[in-house]
């Protein structure tokens, strides 16, 4: 199992601003960074292409800018941000340096991943930076994201770009250097070598942000990145800046998640994890039954109400009556529009409103139930 660790040609590693800063104020931990590099490093030189999701900017900005900890209010810490890329940065250079590696930064925002054409225009750029024996090194942008700065998104953002560089391994470092069977402040937790399916995972064991106090993420978030890359065939492991480089040769180290066997399409995952609904379709409890046993379209006749505002080709979440989001998909109509079809058939809609109404409303090609 854990020889597709060694086989893997194409690895995300993620790092967290607790691994790469130490206790909250202080400042980059160069010695942190020069042990991921040089994990980085052998892993290249067995003929790997690496890419680096890095948290850290808004620490690294706290000690320059006289700050003790991680701040509350979204304009300090776009300006910790601001302050902390280009020190993250500088390091990186200096540290990957020593073995004659070019790295490049790649700042992201929600957006880019969101938006097919971005995401696209992104895939390219990381492509031709790894053929060009460049290392990446992408954090979310957070100097000018607003709902980016938020509960652990760069444990999602890792699993997205593991989708995006189709990825062999997805790796993520945490000052919590594996998934234990109960909190790791128990004395009697035991470590969790491997998870066959995330679905086993009992959540509610699990803690809450990092220790240091500089990190935005937590295990919560890593199993939800497990759960992304997992569901795309994408194995991931969970380990420390300590333990990386023999996690990376196969040592029993951390917690490796295996991949599923039947794997979900990259289109359904990004609809999933990575789009952002602008609306809602209600629909009655033959409807919600249908779509998440049989795996079939929904039609109008199974919609009750519709909420917001959307046009066609938007992603829109789905629901219940009890207003329990079981779904999200593409739907095939504006908003404006759906009221006037609810609870009719399609053969009933094309008599009356012309041919282009006898279709779904979301195809199941285009609709993905979510975690249930």
Same mark, same amino acid.
């Given at each position: 199992m854990r020889?597709h660790i060694v086989d893997?040609?194409?690895i995300?590693? @993620?790092i967290?601003s607790?691994s790469?800063t130490g206790n909250?104020g202080a400042?980059l931990?160069s010695?942190? !960074?020069?042990?991921l590099v &040089?994990?980085?490093s052998?892993?290249?030189?067995r003929?790997a292409e690496v890419?680096v999701v890095?948290?850290?900017?808004i620490?690294?900005?706290?000690s320059?800018?006289?700050?003790?900890t991680r701040?509350?209010?979204l304009?300090t810490q776009?300006?910790?941000?601001?302050?902390g890329q280009g020190?993250?940065?500088? +390091?990186?250079t200096e540290?990957?340096? +020593?073995?004659a590696?070019t *790295?490049s930064?790649?700042?992201?925002? *929600?957006?880019?991943?969101?938006?097919?054409?971005?995401y696209?225009n992104a895939?390219r750029?990381?492509?031709?930076?790894?053929a060009?024996g460049v290392v990446?090194?992408?954090?979310e942008?957070?100097t /000018?994201g607003?709902?980016?700065i938020?509960?652990g998104d760069?444990?999602?953002?890792?699993a997205?770009v593991?989708?995006?560089?189709g990825a062999?391994l997805?790796?993520?470092?945490s000052d919590? &250097?594996?998934?234990?069977?109960?909190?790791?402040?128990?004395?009697?937790?035991?470590?969790?070598?491997?998870v066959a399916s995330v679905s &086993?995972?009992d959540?509610?064991?699990? #803690?809450g942000?990092?220790s240091? #106090?500089v990190?935005?993420g937590?295990?919560l978030?890593k199993i939800?990145a497990? =759960?992304?890359?997992?569901?795309? #065939?994408?194995?991931?492991?969970l380990t420390?800046?300590k333990?990386v480089?023999s996690?990376l040769l #196969?040592?029993d180290?951390g917690?490796?998640?295996?991949?599923q066997?039947? @794997?979900?399409?990259? +289109?359904?995952?990004?609809?999933?994890?990575?789009s952002?609904?602008?609306?809602?379709?209600?629909?009655?409890?033959?409807?919600? @039954?249908?779509?998440? $046993? =049989?795996s /079939?379209?929904?039609?109008?006749a199974?919609v009750?109400? !519709?909420v917001?505002?959307f046009?066609?080709?938007?992603a /829109?979440?789905?629901?219940?009556?009890d207003?329990?989001v079981?779904?999200?998909g593409?739907?095939?109509?504006?908003s404006?529009?759906?009221?006037?079809m609810l609870?009719r058939s399609?053969?009933?809609?094309?008599?009356?409103?012309?041919? $282009?109404?006898?279709?779904?409303l979301?195809? +199941?090609?285009d609709? !993905?139930?979510? @975690?249930?």
């Open positions: 020889s893997a040609k194409k995300v590693i @993620k967290g607790s790469l909250a400042q931990d010695i942190a !960074v020069d042990r &040089d994990a980085v052998s892993a290249r030189a003929g890419t890095s948290s850290g900017a620490a690294a900005g706290l320059p800018l006289g700050l003790k701040p509350k209010d304009a776009q300006a910790a941000a601001a302050v020190l993250l940065m500088h +390091r990186y540290s990957f340096a +020593r073995y590696i *790295t930064q790649i700042l992201l925002t *929600t957006q880019d991943v969101i938006h097919r054409s971005h696209q895939q750029t990381l492509y031709r930076l790894l060009l990446p090194i992408i954090n942008n957070d /000018v607003t709902q980016e938020r509960f760069n444990d999602r953002l890792a997205l593991s989708l995006l560089m062999d997805l790796v993520l470092i919590i &250097d594996a998934l234990y069977d109960s909190p790791p402040r128990n004395p009697q937790a035991r470590r969790i070598t491997s &086993d995972v959540e509610s064991t699990l #803690g942000a990092g240091a #106090g990190g935005s937590g295990m978030t939800e497990a =759960r992304i890359s997992t569901g795309a #065939g994408i194995p991931m492991l420390s800046l333990e480089g996690a #196969g040592e180290c917690t490796y998640f295996e991949a066997p039947s @794997k979900s399409n990259s +289109r359904l995952l990004w609809l999933a994890h990575a952002t609904p602008h609306g809602r379709l209600i629909v009655d409890s033959g409807a919600v @039954k249908a779509l998440i $046993e =049989r /079939v379209s929904l039609l109008p199974g009750t109400q !519709v917001g505002e046009s066609a080709g938007d /829109v979440e789905v629901s219940g009556e207003g329990k079981f779904a999200r593409l739907v095939a109509f504006d404006v529009e759906i009221p006037q609870g399609t053969k009933e809609l094309a008599r009356e409103l012309g041919p $282009e109404y006898e279709r779904e979301i195809h +199941r090609d609709l !993905v139930i979510l @975690k249930i």
